[in-house]
C-alpha cells in the first residue's frame, strides 16, 4: 500500500464529470443565454427609439413593455440562465473538494426543476437537442456523488 504524507490528499476521481458537466453546462447555457440577449435586444430596440424620440425615461418605457407576458417570461429566462452560468462557474470552481458535495448537488436538482419547469428543456416531445441539455447535469450529479464517496474513503 502506498503512504501518502501527512496532508496530502489524492485527487477525488469524480472531479473528471464534474468538470465535464460544468464545462458543458457553461458552454450551452452561454449560447442560451446570448440568444435570448439577442432576443431581448430586438424586443427592446422599438423601445429605445421610442424614449429617445419622446424623451421619456428608458426605464419607464421598459415598464409597459413588462407587462406584456412573453417579455416577462423572457425576462425570468434571463435571469435563471445567469443563475444556471454561475452554476456552471462554481462547480468549475469546487470541482476538486469534497466538502459541500450535498449543497452542488441540491443545486444541481434545483436548476434541472426549474429548467424544465420553464420549458427550457423540452422534455414532452421526443426532441434529443433539448434533452441533450440535461446531460450536463447528469454528469455535475454524477461527480458530486463520486466524489463523496471517494472522499469518505480517503478519510476514514
Known sequence: MIRMKRGERKKLMGRHALTVGAVLLVALTGYELWVRLEDFWAWTEGVRHLSQVRGTPFL??????????????????????VCALSFGIVCLIRRNRAGGVWVLLALDLCVAAV??????????????LQAIKLLPMGLIMAGCVTNDVHGRRQSA
Do not use: K, T
Not at 76 to 81: I, M, Q, T
Not at 123 to 128: G, M, N, P
Open 60 to 81: 419607464q418605457d421598459m415598464a409597459i413593455v413588462f407587462e406584456a407576458p412573453q417579455m416577462r417570461q423572457l425576462g425570468v429566462r434571463l435571469v435563471f440562465l
Open 115 to 128: 429548467g424544465a419547469f420553464l420549458q427550457l428543456y423540452d422534455l414532452r416531445h421526443l426532441d434529443w
